[in-house]
């Protein structure tokens, strides 16, 4: 039978009632054929694992050397409650750390700051001062593990504090592994914690580019994130283009502070999301790959092969998960790490059952982490290397992800770039937009969600919840006084007056942020300090 | 003709969680409601402020952080206080089943929980307060 033939007879069978599309409304054929990938060149499109463009993988021998690190984003209550459950993780084989901050934190605010009642400790781990972290690390060796911080607003100040606990248990900043989270234009876009306007914000992470590829140069700086664009609402094609925009954003700010881009570009990383559409999640990975690559030499002509990889981090989709049976997060989460894992992924975290009701518990936990334990070790999937490399539907769609990625690059360029877009609300309008669109696709069942709009259960869900206890908040308080009256406060003011010098004369802010927290300045003193001269920001409300 | 219902929309405190608020926001306001929305980060008393010189029907707040035993009631306090017990308070986020019961009783009229639909809520808005 030839083709024509069979696509006739195919369009005389019964089809179901449904729209076929990924979850991002690309349109999907029933059949993908060679001719889908015309023109098809294997050296320049895919070529080997570890070689340019890098479509099947950064590393030569990427899962058969060494699996990815399985890194489960965890903290809440204190940062003794949170070592706890960090020694507990590593003690089930977890290999590598990675913090969850509470809002105060994030936002670089105290315990005792009135806009933190009732938030401390609750969605993360409360860190006010340098003794929090040393309590956090107690006991966990920072040259043996890689530890990944969510942090962005305060992450010079987070690294900072990383840096005195590593120095204080005899670790030299050279050897310390990790990332700080550090994307600031994402905030402004997506996930919406910020303190200061996006210049300023710049500035501070250009001097923390500079500082890291000097005394801490193992360190990723940035970890370029469409996690948090997805879970406000965007789709797969706006989580890859908008993150990719913002990574070259900040190669663009560090070139133009004066840096050479194959000094800072190999410590740049990425996190992304694995949402529910399989094969798309896995062409999202690829084309991210390819894209960067590609303009990371042919436009900013870096040289080092190291500034073409793009090493990333995946979560699954806190936003795909359902309150209603609340065990089908544990089949939802295993697909969607399977995708991580066959697009290519350096580590991964993989969600609770039960995390639409609160922190996860530590049986809901270990479940998320057997569930990479299992693909590592008993699917085959690590076996070799992109095993849907090569496949017409897969090449196809990473295909069309990259060339709408390039349209949505012209239109952020005519807006001026990623900053006045964001000024603009152009990203936000977007992401909102999507999220509207998706709900009304489920609403209308157009779309699917298990348990929300079909195969649904009467009556509430019967697990175990995690309840963080609200004399935690007073704790902490205590604790902070405490700090506060051992140290010495004349060193902290004059520690914070050369601060506000520096922000305002364009010195590099690292030196003297590590000099503040060596005095058990706290988190809110050195932001308060920094707001001062930066100013804070003002979001454009749109909806 | 009848008057429009009228709705402020608010996140309080530092969560900044609003691919939810924003979906109600524009579901409302598509259903023919009028809408105010504050932004991110708003303190209690600037929400209760807003929705006395707004002159709204309800107030509906989006928290997902957890704080919801320490907004909630600051809410319901400050409308007492100021004698605008007549605005409806209601809700939605991440809030555990027993913590929805205390918080009806202190006054909160309704919490929304994950999955909840759009068309769920308008017709809630829309029934509340006719019946008021």
Known sequence: MNKEDWKKKQKTCKERDFRFTTVSDLPVKPLYLPDDIRDFDYDKKLSYP????????????MYRGRLWTMRQFS??????????????LLKHGQTGLSVAFDFPTLYGRDSDDPFSQGEVGKCGVAIDTLRDMEILFDGIPLDKISTSMTINPPAAILLAMYIVVGEKQGVLAEVLTGTIQNDMLKEYQAQKTWIYPPEPSLRIITDILEYCSEHVPKWNTISISGYHIREAGSTALQELAFTLANGLTYVEYGTKAGLSVDKFAPRLSFFFNSHLDFFEEIAKYRAARRIWAKVMHDKYRAQNPRSYLMRFHTQTAGCTLTAQQPENNIIRTAFQALAAVLGGTQSLHTNSMDETYALPTERAVKIALRTQQLIAHETGAANTIDPLGGSYYVEALTDELEKRTYEY????????????????????????RSAYEYQRALEHKVKYHV???????????????LKIPEEIEK???????????QRNSVKVKRALKQLY??????????PRILDCVREYAT???????????FGIYHEPIIF | MQKKIRVLIGKPGLDGHDRGVKIVAAALRDAGIEVIYTGLHQTCESIVEAAIQEDVDIIGLSILSGAHMTIFPKIINLLKQKEAEDIIVIGGGIIPEEDIKKLNEMGVKKLFTPGTSTKEIIKYVKSIVQKT
Do not use: H, W
Not at chain 1, 451 to 461: H, V, Y
Not at chain 1, 501 to 510: F, P, Q, R, W
């Open chain 1, 50 to 61: 570890g070689e340019f463009p890098f479509t099947r993988g950064v590393y030569t021998n």
């Open chain 1, 409 to 432: 690059f012209d239109k952020i360029d005519t807006l001026g770039g990623v900053v006045p877009a964001i000024e603009k609300g152009f990203f936000q309008r977007e992401i909102s």
């Open chain 1, 451 to 465: 348990g929300i709009n079909m195969f649904e259960e009467e009556g509430g869900a019967d697990i175990e919840i």
């Open chain 1, 523 to 533: 988190l809110g003193e050195i932001c308060s300090t920094l707001k001062e001269e």
């Open chain 1, 475 to 485: 704790n902490q308080i205590e604790e902070l006084k405490e700090v506060k009256k």
């Open chain 1, 75 to 88: 903290g809440f209550g204190t940062a003794k409650d949170t070592n706890e459950r960090y020694k507990y």
């Open chain 1, 501 to 510: 010098s520096a922000a305002g004369n364009g010195e590099n802010l690292m």
